[in-house]
């Protein structure tokens, strides 16, 4: 949680206002760099060297990331303090505000998809046998991540955000009715793997430079973990939701 605030924080930071998609796409490249590479190393890891090393391989991980951030200065602590335009509030409060709840829905809606194919897409897999396991899915929506993110999000400083975030919530709702009904299907499930990345691609970096937008640097913190919010709650109900809702859906009738 202290990472994806933080590190959304800097990019905002560092991307000067004319390029701020196309920058926060590049920078944004680790997502799916991650994604795509963690899955498999940690099942090679995981049948080789057992849990334990795999979880101790995160952890170095964790701490090279955390060597790294010692070399970063950050920038906006040399700019003229500029006073926020709005008062300051709870974040509460913050999160109900006009420049703060759309992109906290636009969120809550990526965390509700991303809660559901993280928790039920392994089980499926498991269950219908398509030939594919989940890390191929995974690694399929990751490196479409990776080919769309920056010219999507490019594109978003000469068109406006607002086109390309429809554009990703379409995609999700695709990619989510390609997998309910191509559950069996190894090449359906693999296009769906593609259109959902293309989905995460643009959703993420084209909101963060959106909440960016309407900020300034002494403020951006606050504001990016309000909206963040949504994401979060979407991940943590979204799994529980669906299961009560699948209880009613298969228990038999008295």
Not at 52 to 79: E, Q, V
Not at 108 to 113: E, S
Not at 114 to 125: A, C, E, K, Q
Request: charged share 10%.
């Amino acid at each position: 949680g202290a990472f994806a605030t933080g590190y959304a924080a800097l990019m905002g930071d560092i991307a000067p206002p004319a390029r701020r998609g196309q920058v926060i796409g590049f920078l944004s490249l680790v997502n799916p760099i991650g994604l795509g590479l963690g899955p498999a190393l940690g099942d090679f890891l995981r049948e080789h060297l057992g849990y334990g090393a795999t979880f101790t391989s995160a952890s170095g991980f964790a701490i090279l990331g955390l060597a790294c951030t010692l070399f970063i200065k950050d920038r906006y602590l040399d700019l003229p303090r500029q006073e926020p335009k709005h008062q300051s509030q709870p974040i509460w409060q913050l999160i109900t505000t006009p420049r703060v709840r759309p992109p906290a829905f636009v969120l809550l809606g990526v965390g509700l998809v991303f809660g559901l194919v993280s928790t039920y897409l392994p089980p499926l897999i498991n269950e219908t046998k398509p030939g594919i396991n989940a890390g191929t899915f995974y690694g399929a929506a990751a490196m479409a991540q990776f080919v769309f993110r920056v010219p999507v999000t490019a594109l978003g400083d000469r068109f406006g955000r607002g086109i390309f975030i429809s554009f990703a919530l379409a995609c999700y709702a695709i990619s989510m009715l390609i997998i309910a009904t191509n559950a069996h299907s190894a090449t359906g499930l693999l296009i769906a793997a593609i259109v959902d990345g293309i989905a995460a691609g643009t959703a993420i970096p084209t909101v963060i430079a959106w909440i960016t937008d309407r900020t300034i640097p002494q403020e951006r913190g606050t504001v990016i973990g309000a909206v963040w919010l949504g994401f979060d709650v979407g991940i943590a109900t979204s799994a529980a939701i669906v299961g009560e809702a699948l209880k009613l859906v298969t228990t038999d009738p008295p």
